[in-house]
T-cell receptor, first 115, second 112 residues
């Protein structure tokens, strides 16, 4: 069964550094998402992406964040100038459609630790 | 803004008993309500979902109900087993499916 994959599984960085988290969505999916989960807390929506542009973003997704689909398979989240509070698990997800048939498949996550 | 409230935060049941988790959502424009199970250190996995044109859906020991008027939806697990122990998240989707808001989660413990 096809799965969403993410790399790296764990990223440690110094405060102020830039990080890029990578995701490979399921191949026939058209909608892509990033979520964040601070340890022990709920899953928080960051951004959705369709047709090479952002469809929706949350208030968390400020100028520090950006997303890109650099080629036909990868979907990346860039965090510029990381802060301590950016430490969290970041999940990528993808879905074939949106709206009422919006089953999203999650990747295994990247644990980001900012020191 | 959009919000999903989930209760209880922790639920402990004996094996074989039923478990019920309840959620409410704020925006009547939401149209899709998935439930995810997350085991420790793992990704959220969809266990059941319900669309706004349906009042109830069942899949073996799991059922979900939706009351659109009251903006409530609930997860029911019958004949609970120790392997049901996990954190369960309800969610609601807005804006044509581009934004999904999760509840705070319910940590379910099933005691053998």
């Amino acid at each position: 069964e096809p799965e969403v994959t993410q790399t790296p599984s764990h990223q440690v960085t110094q405060m102020g550094q830039e990080v890029i988290l990578r995701c490979v969505p399921i191949s026939n999916h058209l909608y892509f998402y990033w979520y964040r989960q601070i340890l022990g807390q709920k899953v928080e929506f960051l951004v959705s992406f369709y047709n090479n542009e952002i469809s929706e973003k949350s208030e968390i997704f400020d100028d520090q964040f950006s997303v890109e689909r650099p080629d036909g398979s990868n979907f990346t989240l860039k965090i510029r100038s990381t802060k301590l509070e950016d430490s969290a698990m970041y999940f990528c997800a993808s879905s074939e459609t949106s709206g009422a048939y919006n089953e999203q498949f999650f990747g295994p996550g990247t644990r980001l630790t900012v020191l | 803004g959009e919000n999903v409230e989930q209760h209880p935060s922790t639920l402990s049941v004996q094996e074989g008993d039923s478990a019920v988790i309840k959620c409410t959502y704020s925006d009547s424009a939401s149209n899709y309500f998935p439930w995810y199970k997350q085991e420790l250190g793992k990704r959220p996995q969809l266990i059941i979902d319900i669309r706004s044109n349906v009042g109830e859906k069942k899949d073996q020991r799991i059922a979900v109900t939706l009351n659109k008027t009251a903006k409530h939806f609930s997860l029911h697990i019958t004949e609970t087993q120790p392997e049901d122990s996990a954190v369960y998240f309800c969610a609601a989707t807005w804006s044509g499916g581009f934004k999904t808001i999760f509840g705070a989660g319910t940590r379910l413990f099933v005691k053998a």
